[in-house]
């Protein structure tokens, strides 16, 4: 028998325009005869960063998607769900494994990205309508700085010119300029200016909660003849599970297979929890993500302490960015617990996603979550306002963590120019995102094709990082012993220089000599295909 692996995303290769986004990899068992017997999906999510890379999303790279026999999913972050209604929409009609808040979550997750790709196509379609008389009042003005224009030909002109300038009250020169920053030199540059695109809808999504079977922790579930699945807590965000793939030969001998897809904190977990696995658990394959291997976290106390004086030193509006999923329900426990003595500041969230992931926290784990219902949040509508006064002693939890998306945008334009404001960011953020050109030092951020000045003070609480670290991944690794004489398979994927780090610390550290004599090390590279035989 033979196991074959393809590592379809989620793997950084910056030759190919691959970053650590689209979470795929592809299991196939193949007999000796060549016949595929099974074949497993695990995760296929967003590929996110540049527009470019955002195009690979279209890309169908699953072949025979009626023969692939299911699809497990590890958690309800973006990179690793989101293009499963796509899937579906092209003709999967199998099973889909996920655990019971995974389901709750993605559900959410993949309607809220076809409410904000609705509202972005909306507001582009509008966008590219100005554009469109922003050309007409360039033209308008190359045609009247002509000196053989006849009279009622020139009054004509220059009564339509400033209609347009009347209507979106500018210059000429204010139009020319706008123009050539987003070189928009011809109507065929309007019309390729490219709109969010979705891959699927609505009934997409229905179809895909027909799939569905739910998974919970350790129960055992027979695929097919050849191959069982078992899922372990990885403590990630609520719902995350860490597949157990056990794949069967002709003589019943088994291959065991655990994905570690993004797996959190051993030490210092603001989930208060940890990533567990059944004792003495036998492994021969483990794919492991090793975004902050070669790094090391500080105590969380270190950064909650950085949080709490950022914060309770400054007195006028503050801004915190936070994914709707997990980091949100952490700044806002930290906010509650913090900051008794700031009682004249007002908490608002503004995310309609956060607001739903409260409330299946609140249903689904009460006990832990009852904070959540606290009076002193309230939910800010994409509609509602603030009076000046309420602004001036706000702190608003945003509802994108990257600051990218138009839902945060109304407020980052009120308070990004405001000098007395204040963002504080709790996470890494990409190059290309809004977050990293602040931090970065660029003096100002493009909103709806507009320039806003940078006047606003701003601090990054380093190290609220939802990923394990190096001490996190030899604590995990200690937990697995090689059987019948042969070393585990230690598969490291997503981050390109960390995964070579982590590799050369195994090799050269006395201290790890026990660890690495377990392992044959293996780095995934992306689109490969690696070949085990059992």
Not at 128 to 155: G, P, T, V, W
């Amino acid at each position: 028998m033979q196991l074959k692996v393809t590592y379809l995303g989620w793997i950084e290769d910056r030759n190919k325009g691959y970053s650590l986004t689209g979470s795929a990899t592809l299991f196939e068992l193949i007999d000796k005869n060549g016949e595929k017997l099974t074949r497993i999906l695990v995760d296929y999510g967003a590929f996110q960063g540049s527009k470019n890379e955002k195009l690979k999303n279209k890309e169908m790279e699953i072949e025979d998607l009626e023969k692939l026999d299911a699809i497990v999913l590890t958690h309800a972050h973006l990179d690793h769900i989101w293009r499963i209604p796509y899937l579906v929409k092209k003709g999967f009609r199998w099973t889909i494994y996920v655990s019971p808040l995974t389901l709750e979550l993605a559900k959410l997750n993949w309607k809220d990205t076809i409410w904000i790709a609705k509202a972005e196509a909306e507001k582009n379609k509008h966008f590219k309508s100005k554009m469109r008389d922003y050309l007409k009042i360039k033209n308008l003005a190359n045609q009247l700085s002509k000196n053989n224009l006849k009279k009622y030909k020139k009054e004509k002109l220059e009564n339509q010119l400033d209609n347009l300038l009347r209507k979106y009250k500018v210059s000429v020169s204010e139009v020319r300029e706008k123009l050539e920053t987003l070189w928009i030199k011809k109507e065929s540059d309007i019309k390729s200016i490219r709109q969010n695109d979705v891959l699927f809808d609505e009934n997409d999504i229905q179809k895909t909660l027909e799939l569905v079977s739910v998974l919970t922790l350790e129960d055992e579930v027979w695929i097919n003849d050849y191959v069982k699945l078992k899922a372990f807590d990885a403590a990630h965000i609520e719902g995350s599970i860490l597949p157990y793939l056990e794949y069967f030969n002709e003589a019943w001998k088994s291959y065991k297979c655990l994905i570690a897809q993004d797996l959190w904190r051993f030490k210092n977990n603001p989930l208060d929890d940890s990533p567990s696995i059944s004792k003495n658990l036998k492994v021969d394959y483990l794919q492991l993500e090793t975004t902050y291997a070669g790094r090391y976290h500080p105590e969380i106390s270190e950064s909650i302490n950085q949080f709490v004086e950022a914060i309770k030193n400054h007195e006028w509006p503050i801004l915190i960015p936070a994914f709707s999923i997990q980091r949100t329900q952490y700044v806002l426990k930290l906010l509650l617990e913090n900051f008794e003595e700031l009682w004249n500041r007002k908490i608002y969230t503004t995310s309609e996603l956060a607001n739903q992931v409260n409330q299946v926290f609140l249903a689904r784990k009460r006990d832990k979550y009852a904070y959540l219902a606290d009076k002193r949040i309230k939910f800010l509508t994409a509609k509602d306002t603030l009076p000046k006064n309420n602004l001036n002693k706000a702190i608003i939890v945003g509802s994108s963590g990257m600051l990218q998306w138009w839902s945060i945008e109304r407020w980052l334009k009120e308070l990004v120019k405001n000098p007395d404001a204040k963002i504080v960011f709790t996470g890494y953020q990409w190059e290309w995102t809004r977050w990293r050109e602040i931090l970065d030092g660029k003096d100002f951020v493009v909103i709806d094709g507009k320039a806003i000045q940078v006047r606003c003070s701003y601090e990054y609480i380093t190290w609220f990082s939802s990923h394990a670290d190096t001490q996190d991944l030899l604590t995990f690794l200690k937990q697995f012993k090689k059987h019948d004489g042969k070393k585990i398979k230690l598969v490291l994927t997503h981050w390109w220089d960390n995964r070579y780090a982590f590799k050369e610390l195994l090799f050269s550290s006395k201290n790890l000599i026990k660890i690495r004599r377990q392992y044959d090390i293996h780095i995934a590279k992306i689109k490969e295909n690696l070949i085990i035989n059992f």
